[in-house]
């Protein structure tokens, strides 16, 4: 019942900065929690950041806090990553997800399963 799309991935040097949006589809996405993960080549699924269904709470990796900021605008259906300082071992491709778990608890469980996934975008970062 929930389409995800993401987009904004693109080729970047180190230190510079992008912003991905995840657009959904879906009367119920504005309750759900939504989190993004990204993968690198020959490396596992990585848990990035989630955000509360209200905005409320959000959490981030620990390689990320303080770089990357998410946030959502539940009027225009969309999630967005901000960030900035980026570096070679930002390289993945980021996927958005949403599910009806509570932010805290995602972050705490990141492999537990999501309801609903886009497809990805990738970003690579060079020097």
């Known amino acids: 019942q929930v389409q995800l799309v993401e987009s904004g991935g693109g080729l970047v040097q180190a230190g510079g900065s992008l912003r991905l949006s995840c657009a959904a589809s879906?009367?119920?996405?504005?309750?759900?929690?939504v989190v993004w993960f990204r993968q690198a080549p020959g490396k596992e699924r990585e848990f990035v950041a989630s955000?509360?269904?209200?905005?409320?709470?959000?959490y981030y990796a620990d390689s990320v806090e303080g770089r990357f900021t998410i946030s959502r605008d539940n009027a225009k259906n969309t999630v967005y990553l901000q960030m900035n300082s980026l570096n070679s071992e930002d390289t993945a491709v980021y996927r958005c997800?949403?599910?009806?778990?509570?932010?805290?608890?995602?972050?705490?469980?990141?492999?537990?399963?999501?309801?609903?996934w886009g497809s990805g975008t990738l970003v690579t970062v060079t020097s």
């Open positions: 955000i509360a269904w209200n905005s409320g709470s959000a």
């Open positions: 879906g009367r119920t996405f504005s309750t759900y929690s």
């Open positions: 997800a949403a599910d009806p778990k509570g932010a805290n608890y995602i972050a705490t469980n990141p492999y537990d399963g999501m309801a609903f």
